[in-house]
Nanobody
Framework: QVQLVESGGGLVQAGQSLRLSCAAS????????IQWYRQAPGKQREWVASITTTSITFYTGSVKGRFTISRDNAKNTVYLQMNSLRPEDTAVYLC?????????WGQGTQVTVSS
C-alpha cells in the first residue's frame, strides 16, 4: 500500500524558512517522480515543484529561486526547502506521486506565514 506522509509545516514570519518532508512507503521510491502542491483557503490546488527520478527539478514561477526540492532515496523522502517565505505562501502543502497510473497524495502539512 502506497503511503505519503508530509511533515515540517508551521507558523513563521515573512522572510523565514521552513523545510517540509514527504516520506513514502509501499513503493520502490527511487523509481518515482514526486511533486509538491499547495492549496490555500478558497483557492484551487496549485502545483509548486517536481523532482524526477534523476533529480531534475522544476518549479512554478512564484517560488523559483526561493524553494528547493530534493530527494534522499536512501530515506524514501523528498524535501521542500522554503526560504524567504511570504504571506502568500500560506497554504496546506501536499506531496503526490503517480504509480501504476494512480495518483497518491499525502494528508498535507499546514504552512502559515505571517506578515
Amino acid at each position: 500500500q502506497v503511503q505519503l506522509v508530509e511533515s515540517g509545516g508551521g507558523l513563521v514570519q515573512a522572510g523565514q524558512s521552513l523545510r517540509l518532508s514527504c516520506a513514502a512507503s509501499g513503493i520502490i521510491f527511487r523509481n518515482n517522480a514526486i511533486q509538491w502542491y499547495r492549496q490555500a483557503p478558497g483557492k484551487q490546488r496549485e502545483w509548486v515543484a517536481s523532482i524526477t527520478t534523476t533529480s531534475i527539478t522544476f518549479y512554478t514561477g512564484s517560488v523559483k529561486g526561493r524553494f528547493t526540492i530534493s530527494r534522499d532515496n536512501a530515506k524514501n523522502t523528498v524535501y521542500l526547502q522554503m526560504n524567504s517565505l511570504r504571506p502568500e505562501d500560506t497554504a496546506v502543502y501536499l506531496c503526490k506521486l503517480t504509480y501504476n497510473t494512480q495518483d497518491y497524495w499525502g494528508q498535507g502539512t499546514q504552512v502559515t506565514v505571517s506578515s
